[in-house]
């Protein structure tokens, strides 16, 4: 066989390096959330239970598993038009349960300071969603300072104060509707999520589209990868 070149099949160069730097770079995605994921756990002392951690089972080839993931995408995309108001009621249960939870996890509580920041929103559909947690509501039994108020994340910002006031949501709903306005936000955050989502549609859809087209870019080039890796082998066998 010396001297003498192979001239049948040959695998794309272009192809295969491609697909290897399209697997480094979602395996160093995957790398920085499971880093992120294992810190977190690392936070609330669950590492310290390795019992309470699931095992995984392994992964499929990648132009299936990207396959799965596309055909997920989409199908969570279809649910999500079709049955748009079951979504908006568990948005609403979602977050009136982390309401209720407001104090019992510094994560969760900072999540939802960030969230009513954000959106400029207090509670699922309005600041009266604050009754629903122990601290806050308004009920003749409760003694806490918070009472009848909302936490400072659903106050109305004053450019000029450069120290967050927490305590600026104290008292702020034993008032009338009409004064409450003027010290926090008074529509509910889903609703501001879907005004903000309407508004950002363009934005929200082009990147849905751009990560699926690439997900399909990434089985069409695993899957002539392959094919050019069978006709090698078809070829080798007949030589």
Known sequence: MSGKHYKGHEVSCCIKYFIFGFNILFWLLGVAFLGIGLWAWSEKGVLSNISSITDMGGFDPFSVFLGIIFFLELTAGVLAFVFKDWIKDQ????????????????????????????????????????????????TDSNASRERCGVPFSCCTKDPAEDVINTQCGYDVRAKVESEQQNFIYIKGCVPQFEKWLQDNLTIVAGIFIGVALLQIFGICLAQNLVSDIEAVRTSCLFT
């Open 91 to 138: 948005l609403n249960f979602f977050i009136n349960n982390n309401i209720r939870a407001y104090r019992d996890d510094i994560d969760l509580q900072n999540l939802i300071d960030f969230t009513q920041e954000y959106w400029e929103c207090c509670g699922a559909f309005g600041a009266d969603d604050w009754n629903l947690n122990i601290y806050f509501n308004c």
